[in-house]
Every structure is written in C-alpha cells, then in structure tokens.
C-alpha cells in the first residue's frame, strides 16, 4: 500500500529542458528502434488508418489539420539517433509543414480497375517504412478518385503512436480541419504533458524496490518456459521477412452469450474465457501442456496519459497449463487468477522483461511469444467533418512480427468477430482455416458444457471431420472383374516381359 501510495503521488508533469538534447527512450521505444536498426526498411511497426471521404475535401485546411496534430503531440516529431555514449536518444524537433501526398485515380473508370489501382496505392503506402531519424512519423495520402470522392489514408510509426492514439488523432483531426475551414481556433486543450515526459517517469519509477517487485513476479510466473511450436506447412526462416496474411472468421451470438454466462459465473471477463479456450485449442494442435501466449493491454491506467499520443501499449505473457483432467471452468478460473496477477505487475516493460528472461535474440522467431491474442472492444470514432460524408474502411497490415495473431472484438449485435493474422511464410491458408474451425468449436464447447473436461472436446472442423472419415478411407481403385487372377498375371507379363516377376 505504502509503494502503490508513492507511485501515485508522482504524477507525469512537463520536464524542464533543452529542445537540443537527446531524452532517453521510453523502454517500449527502445526495443522498436532496435528491431528498426536490425531490420531496416521493414514496414512491420506502421500502424495506418482510412477514410472514404464525400464532398468538397478541401486540401489546405486537411494539411493544416496534419500540421496541427504534428504540433500539438511532440512525438510524431520526434527523431532517434544515437548519443555519444551508444545510446539512443530521441530529439524533439520543431512543428514542420504537414503536407498530404496527392495521387489522381480520377482517370480511371469505376470499376475493377479502379479498386484495383486503389488496393496498389494503399498497399505500398502501408508498407512503406518510416526514417526514424527524420523526425517526421506522420504521413498522409489523398487518393482523388472524383471531384467530389476521396480516400485519405493516414500512417504514424508505432514508436510514436498506438491504436488507442489513434482515436485520439481521428477525434482531434476532425476539430482542426472544421475550424480551419471556418477560420477559428479549434479549442482543443493543450495536452498536460508529452510522451517524453512518460519516457522519463518511466525511467525514474522502474528502478529500486518497484524493479525488484515486478521482476520477480515474472521471473517467478515464466521460469523454465519452453516455445510454443505450432505446426507449420514450411520450415521456419532463419531470418523472418515479416509477410502476412489474414483469415476471417465470426462467432454466432447465441455462442457469445454463452461465454459471457460462463464468465459470469466464475467472476472472470469474457476476454479470460476466450484465452483459455484459445489454449485449449493450441495446446491440441502443439502436444503441448503448457501454452504461453501475449495479449497486449492498452497501458493506460494513469489519468495523465489517457489523452496522450504515444507508444503505451504493453504485452503481458499469458501462460496456461492444459491438463486432462480440467474441466473448461476449472481452467477459466485458473486463467483468471493468473491475468488479475499479471495486471498487477503490467507496469513492467515487456522490453524489459525479454532483456532480463531472454537476452540471447533468436532472428527466427519473436522473444518468449510467438501467438498473441487479444479481445478488441472497439471504440468507433463517429465522423463529422464539415461538407463530407466520411466512412472508416480497414487497412489490412502488410506484416507481422508474430506467428500468429487472433483478434476477437464484439458486433454492435453482440456476437463475435474473429481475424487470424499469421505468417505466410510459415502457414498455408487451408492450415489456418483449419485452426479458426477449432478454436470455433472449442468456444462453443466451452460455452455451453463448461462442466467437461477439456480433453474429451471433439475440435474437428467440418473440413478435417470429412478428410478423416471419408477421404483418408475411400481405398476404392477401379479393376476388371470379369477376368481371372491368371489372365490378369498374362496380361502384365506381355506388357513388361523382361521385368523382374518377385
């Protein structure tokens, strides 16, 4: 109580200093940056989002909108660059002109081809990296497909924003576009604090007792953790390129209520249900007990850095064991357990808890997880720009730096919808059509027989259900039966006569 009454009588306020020095980096950042030296010109950490815009855009009040996020959060003009000690630092750079690029597609006719012209240009704007010693993390695309129709895609770093940051963006971007276009001032209030004064809080509460605390909690949690090894169609690559691929899937709403009743009844969330049914599921598929996976949790539980636009979001390692005699609410309750534990301790930098379990880097593969999984409850930003119609529409990411990805949010109905991004590198996509049918089936096996045990769950998807039962037995060959074993033997000596016969 004595130390939880400490960390919140320091607030995060402005820092005093010299717009020339190098602050450190929050320990989030630092291992981006890493990732970015050892792979460079990887698009794995660029996070955009769309708007289908109708109406007038006008494209000078849109820049100045840009330009006045750039200024207003000091992290999308943030540059990283390595001090004398060897350490990098980053440097806040001055508001710069935010201007959008323009493409034309206007020439091209409605149609196939201009959808297709469109996925090209989104595509290769979502891919493309970010120089993070530029001090420029934001960047925005207009694709003009009429007069009056619009694509704007806008794309930030990861080390300068995460998804609740773009909420933030999204809501503050439509202020200052509607007061550049009525001329006024936008109102916003002036942020309390900047994400380098998080960096530097962060630095100076993360050490002592505090450190001590939650690193034993975790060396404790994750001692003798082995890989999960999910079966792949290819060998894994000595060094990942980052390509990815996704598959849909839904869960039906009668499945979903389901879930949030069994939730209910052992004082669990719905997000602990559907972990451990998802490790149920790939504990089947590994041979596995003991199943580890990461689920990112927003980070944000200080009221100073709610509105605030930076890199905050942290992964907490889940780790579960599967045994055969559990039933699925023995297992929620364990899962349970263990998730109020680890947010306990979610101040602990996974960054820093890989440099202390798993300081030895293996290219192949991510650092103590290699499947993450999270539960989405979306907050959809409601669109107002003055003389447009404006609509969201998704950017699939081009890359992952995971094996696998399972996202779960909830439909304004109440059901369930399910995306898998996994590596096309290792990963056919029959194989994850395979892995969605099961984890289907185990949530709904867990929803409405909580009281089985885990093991005696039949997971076969319709597909695999079919293939065993009837493809992998139809031994049937077509054969003459209207001859004689003898004139069979005949006939094949007169077709090969100099072959061996036994």
């Known amino acids: 109580m004595e130390q939880k009454s400490k960390q919140k009588s320091h607030a995060i306020r402005p820092r005093d200093r010299d717009p020339d020095d190098g602050l450190p980096l929050s320990f989030a950042q630092r291992r981006l940056w890493f990732l970015d030296q050892l792979y460079p010109g990887r698009a794995e950490y660029v996070i955009p989002f769309g708007l289908r815009l109708r109406g007038r855009l006008d494209g000078t009040c849109l820049d100045s909108a840009l330009s006045g996020l750039v200024e207003r959060h000091e992290a999308l003009r943030t540059r990283f660059a390595l001090a004398a000690d060897g350490e990098?630092?980053?440097?806040?750079?001055?508001?710069?002109?935010?201007?959008?690029?323009?493409i034309?597609?206007?020439a091209h006719a409605e149609g196939d081809h201009r959808e297709q012209a469109v996925r090209k240009a989104v595509a290769a704007e979502s891919r493309k990296p970010f120089d993070l010693a530029s001090g420029r993390l934001l960047r925005a695309l207009v694709l003009e497909l009429a007069p009056e129709e619009h694509l704007l895609l806008v794309t930030v770093h990861h080390i300068a924003a995460d998804g609740w940051s773009l909420h933030i963006l999204a809501d503050e971007l439509?202020?200052?576009?509607?007061?550049?276009?009525?001329?006024?001032?936008?109102?916003?209030p002036e942020p309390v604090a900047q994400y380098a004064d998080f960096a530097l809080w962060q630095r100076d509460q993360l050490t002592g007792t505090t450190l001590h605390r939650h690193l034993e909690f975790w060396r404790d949690r994750l001692a003798g953790m082995e890989a999960l090894e999910l079966p792949t169609d290819r060998p894994r690559p000595t060094n990942r390129s980052g390509a990815s691929s996704?598959?849909?899937?839904?869960?039906?709403?009668?499945?979903?209520?389901?879930?949030?009743?069994?939730?209910?009844?052992?004082g669990a969330?719905?997000?602990?249900?559907?972990?451990?049914?998802?490790?149920v599921t790939l504990s089947?598929?590994?041979?596995?007990?003991?199943?580890?996976?990461?689920?990112?949790?927003?980070?944000?539980?200080?009221a100073e850095i709610e509105d605030m636009v930076g890199f905050f979001v942290n992964t907490l390692v889940m780790r579960g064991e599967v045994t055969d005699e559990a039933t699925f609410g023995n297992l929620v309750e364990r899962v349970r357990d263990y998730c109020l534990d680890a947010y306990a301790h979610q101040d602990m930098p996974f960054e820093r808890i890989v440099e202390d379990l798993a300081p030895e880097r293996d290219l192949a593969r991510s650092p103590l997880v290699q499947v993450m999984f999270a539960l989405q409850n979306v907050r959809e930003t409601e669109w107002q720009l003055p003389g447009l119609?404006?609509?969201?529409?998704?950017?699939?990411?081009?890359?992952?730096?995971?094996?696998?990805?399972?996202?779960?949010?909830?439909?304004?109905?109440?059901?369930?919808?399910?995306q898998l991004r996994?590596?096309?590198?290792l990963f056919d996509s029959e194989t994850v059509e395979r892995l969605a049918a099961s984890f289907t089936a185990a949530l709904t096996t867990g929803a409405f027989d909580p009281a089985a045990r885990t093991s005696t769950w039949d997971l076969l998807g319709e597909k695999d259900r079919r293939r065993l039962l009837t493809e992998f037995n139809d031994t049937r060959v077509p054969y003459a039966d209207d001859i004689t074993v003898c004139e069979l033997v005949e006939a094949r000596v007169a077709l090969v006569p100099d072959a061996v016969a036994v």
């Open 422 to 425: 996994y590596s096309s590198e």
């Open 284 to 302: 089947r598929w590994t041979g596995q007990r003991e199943v580890a996976v990461g689920a990112p949790i927003a980070g944000r539980n200080r």
């Open 246 to 266: 996704t598959l849909n899937f839904s869960v039906p709403l009668h499945v979903a209520d389901g879930l949030r009743a069994v939730a209910a009844g052992r």
């Open 88 to 102: 990098p630092r980053q440097v806040i750079t001055a508001p710069p002109r935010v201007k959008a690029t323009v």
């Open 104 to 106: 034309d597609l206007s």
């Open 269 to 279: 969330s719905l997000f602990m249900v559907a972990l451990a049914a998802f490790q």
């Open 389 to 418: 119609e404006a609509e969201a529409f998704d950017v699939e990411s081009q890359e992952s730096q995971f094996d696998l990805w399972c996202f779960l949010s909830e439909t304004s109905d109440g059901g369930l919808d399910g």
């Open 174 to 188: 439509q202020r200052l576009y509607a007061a550049a276009l009525a001329g006024t001032r936008s109102g916003l």
